[in-house]
Nanobody, 118 residues
Framework: QVQLVESGGGLVQPGGSLRLSCAAS????????MSWYRQAPGKERELVAA????????NYADSVKGRFTISRDNFKNTVYLQMNGLKAEDTAVYLC???????????WGQGTQVTVSS
């Protein structure tokens, strides 16, 4: 059973940084591609960043390229999202997703709130 717990969100001023973590359990982490999504009030959930099961080929939404970095540690069963140069429009609940590299089976965390405001 896919279990994901996000942490690291909070209130930050524009231009600031946060590092989100997503701790995984209940499944073989190294078999799953990992992604970060976000959902702002009144908006659809959108893909922010993704990384393959082996930790390669990271890809990003255009809106965060050059500011956000996704990484994973397959020994710690954790995926990270380093967010720099935060803007007000980055305010959202950030959710972690795991997707099996073959079957496509996936699961979601509960999310962590990120608020960018002065």
């Amino acid at each position: 059973q896919v279990q994901l717990v996000e942490s690291g969100g909070g209130l930050v001023q524009p231009g600031g940084s946060l590092r989100l973590s997503c701790a995984a359990s209940g499944f073989t982490f190294s078999w799953y591609a990992m992604s970060w999504y976000r959902q702002a009030p009144g908006k659809e959930r959108e893909l922010v960043a993704a990384i393959t099961s082996a930790g390669g080929s990271p890809n990003y939404a255009d809106s965060v390229k050059g500011r956000f970095t996704i990484s994973r540690d397959n020994f710690k069963n954790t995926v990270y999202l380093q967010m720099n140069g935060l803007k007000a429009e980055d305010t959202a609940v950030y959710l972690c997703n795991a997707r099996h590299r073959v079957t496509g089976q996936s699961g979601w965390g509960q999310g962590t709130q990120v608020t960018v405001s002065s």
